[in-house]
Nanobody, 115 residues
């Protein structure tokens, strides 16, 4: 069973940057979606950024212009560059990779933005 492992979270001041990484422990066939979700305390998990099978990207309105999702197919990795962070970006961030048969999730990485 392929596992996803996120890293790169931490504590940062407002206006700062973090780069999240998601590494898959093995190859995943026929990927049609790579994305980052986040869940803040007391809130539902929400999609933050995604790359679909056609390499198009999509972002939540709240992060447009600040976050960038990218991937490295050779290394089975997905990244989320987060700039101009705000306290409201504080959440646990989860990596998600999908193919037609399965949804893979990481364990999450905490991002805390102080004001």
């Amino acid at each position: 069973q392929v596992q996803l492992v996120e890293s790169g979270g931490g504590l940062v001041q407002a206006g700062g940057s973090l780069r999240l990484s998601c590494a898959a422990s093995g190859s995943i066939d026929s990927i049609n979606f790579r994305g980052w979700y986040r869940q803040a305390p007391g809130k539902q998990r929400e999609l933050v950024a995604a790359i679909t099978g056609g390499d198009s990207t999509d972002y939540a309105d709240s992060v447009k212009g600040r976050f960038t999702i990218s991937r490295d197919n050779a290394k089975n990795m997905v990244f989320l560059q987060m700039n101009s962070l705000k306290p409201e970006d504080t959440a646990v961030y989860y990596c998600n990779i999908k193919n037609p048969w399965y949804h893979y999730w990481g364990q999450g990485t905490q991002v805390t933005v102080s004001s």
